[in-house]
């Protein structure tokens, strides 16, 4: 792990952006995940293979390191809840509110996770 809960606010360490580091956080922040990890890990490693490229690896790197982000600040996992349940809301402008909010977290997660 990379850095120190911060003041209370996060439930773990940012942890490295390596997969053993992100599995290790997964486990604790959102362990009902793993095996969806595990098969974008297989899937992303197969498309680096065919591809020739890291680019699907560096990319599942950052995706679960957003995801992790989101799951360890108690502050972005509840605007991310909060705003998945309502993507569907009966009232079209709840919902466009809801896919705007999202939209925010997980942007705010992206650049946290990548300094």
């Given at each position: 792990m990379s850095t120190q809960p911060d003041s209370g606010r996060e439930r773990i360490p940012r942890p490295e952006q390596t997969p053993d580091a992100l599995r290790a956080a997964l486990a604790v922040v959102d362990p009902g995940r793993l095996g969806e990890m595990q098969a974008s890990k297989d899937d992303a490693f197969a498309k680096a293979v065919e591809w020739q490229s890291l680019s699907p690896v560096q990319s599942w790197?950052?995706?679960?390191?957003?995801?992790?982000?989101?799951?360890?600040?108690?502050?972005?996992?509840?605007?991310?809840?909060?705003?998945?349940?309502?993507?569907?809301?009966?009232?079209?402008?709840?919902?466009?509110?809801?896919?705007?909010?999202?939209?925010?977290?997980?942007?705010?997660?992206?650049?946290?996770?990548?300094?």
């Open positions: 790197v950052l995706t679960w390191a957003r995801d992790i982000e989101i799951a360890r600040r108690p502050d972005l996992s509840a605007r991310h809840a909060h705003a998945k349940d309502n993507l569907e809301h009966e009232d079209p402008a709840v919902a466009r509110d809801a896919l705007r909010e999202l939209s925010a977290v997980l942007d705010e997660a992206m650049r946290a996770v990548r300094g």
